[in-house]
C-alpha cells in the first residue's frame, strides 16, 4: 500500500511540477521579472487574488458536468499554479534568511 501511495504522489508531484515550470516560463510570465523586489504584502495580495481565480475556476462548472471535462481540469489546474507559484514566491526569500516554511 505504502508503494501504491508513494507512486500516486510522485506521479501527481511530476505532473503539478511540470505544468508549474510550463506556466511560469511562458514568455508573458518571464518578462514580468523576478519577484525579489516584491514585499511580502505585495505578493500576499497576489495570492489572494489568485486564490480568488482558482474559485471561480472550481466554480465555472457544475458538479454534475466536471467529470471528465479537460478545459474544467486545465483551467483549475492553470489557476491552481498561479497560487503555488505564489505562495512559493513568499516563501522563498524567507528560505534565503535560512527560515524554513
Do not use: H, Q
Not at 505544468?19 to 511562458?26: D, N, Q, W
Amino acid at each position: 500500500m505504502t508503494d501504491d501511495v508513494n507512486g500516486d504522489v510522485t506521479r501527481v508531484c511530476d505532473l503539478f511540477r511540470a505544468a508549474l515550470y510550463r506556466k511560469m516560463m511562458t514568455p508573458k510570465n518571464v518578462s514580468k521579472g523576478t519577484w525579489l523586489s516584491m514585499s511580502s504584502y505585495e505578493v500576499a495580495l497576489r495570492i489572494e487574488d489568485e486564490l480568488r481565480e482558482l474559485e471561480t475556476a472550481l466554480n465555472s462548472v457544475t458538479v454534475d458536468r466536471f467529470e471528465g471535462n479537460p478545459k474544467w481540469v486545465a483551467a483549475v489546474l492553470d489557476e491552481a499554479c498561479d497560487v503555488a507559484a505564489f505562495a512559493a514566491m513568499l516563501a522563498d526569500p524567507e528560505r534565503r534568511k535560512g527560515v524554513r516554511p
